[in-house]
Structure formats: structure tokens, C-alpha cells
Nanobody, 119 residues
Framework: QVHLVESGGGSVQPGGSLTISCVASGNLFDVNVMGWYRQPPGKQRELVAAVATGGQTEYSHFARGRFFISRDNARKTVSLQMNTLKPEDTAVYFC?????????????WGQGTQITVSS
């Protein structure tokens, strides 16, 4: 079992910046992908960005150039720095991890943190 806890959400004005973080505990395999998804009001959950243990990153089109994902393997944390935030970035942001135990792909979610971009 893996437990993910997010922190750093809140309200920010358009054009502002915010960093959210997530710490993992439990039986997290050393080789894994950690990332962030978001669910805007009334919409489906979507990938924001992800980073693998080796540092390979993936960004959704709306995040590329504005958001930056990083991780600390020793501390089992992943962070998302978000710049030039827009009202359409308003969503619940979820920490996510997935890894293989050699037989199955396992994935876990955090409880989510609300980010509201509004003037």
C-alpha cells in the first residue's frame, strides 16, 4: 500500500504562481512514475505532468512552458511549480504514482488539493 499526501493548494490571482507538493509513504517501489493530474469543475480528470525515477518528464500541452515538475527520490516527493496561472487552471489537483511489481501495474492517488485561480 502506498499513501500520497498533497500540500500547497489554495487561491491565487491570475498570473500568479503556486507550488504544490506530494510525499509518498508505504511500499513505493524504487522505479516508478510520480505525477499530477487535475480535475476541473464538471470535467474529467486529466494528466498535468509526470516524472519518472530517472528524471524523464511528460507534460500536457497546457502545462508545457508554464508548469515544472520535479522529484526527490530520496525523500519520495514530487512537486509541481505552476507559473502564469489562468482561471482555467482552477481544479482539484491529484498526486499520482504508478509502478510495476513485475506482474501488475499498481497505481495510487492522493486525496487532492484545490487550486482556485481568480481575481
Amino acid at each position: 500500500q502506498v499513501h500520497l499526501v498533497e500540500s500547497g493548494g489554495g487561491s491565487v490571482q491570475p498570473g500568479g504562481s503556486l507550488t504544490i507538493s506530494c510525499v509518498a509513504s508505504g511500499n513505493l517501489f524504487d522505479v516508478n512514475v510520480m505525477g499530477w493530474y487535475r480535475q476541473p469543475p464538471g470535467k474529467q480528470r486529466e494528466l498535468v505532468a509526470a516524472v519518472a525515477t530517472g528524471g524523464q518528464t511528460e507534460y500536457s500541452h497546457f502545462a508545457r512552458g508554464r508548469f515544472f515538475i520535479s522529484r526527490d527520490n530520496a525523500r519520495k516527493t514530487v512537486s509541481l511549480q505552476m507559473n502564469t496561472l489562468k482561471p482555467e487552471d482552477t481544479a482539484v489537483y491529484f498526486c499520482h504514482t504508478k509502478f510495476s511489481d513485475g506482474v501488475h501495474w499498481l497505481e495510487y492517488w492522493g486525496q487532492g488539493t484545490q487550486i482556485t485561480v481568480s481575481s
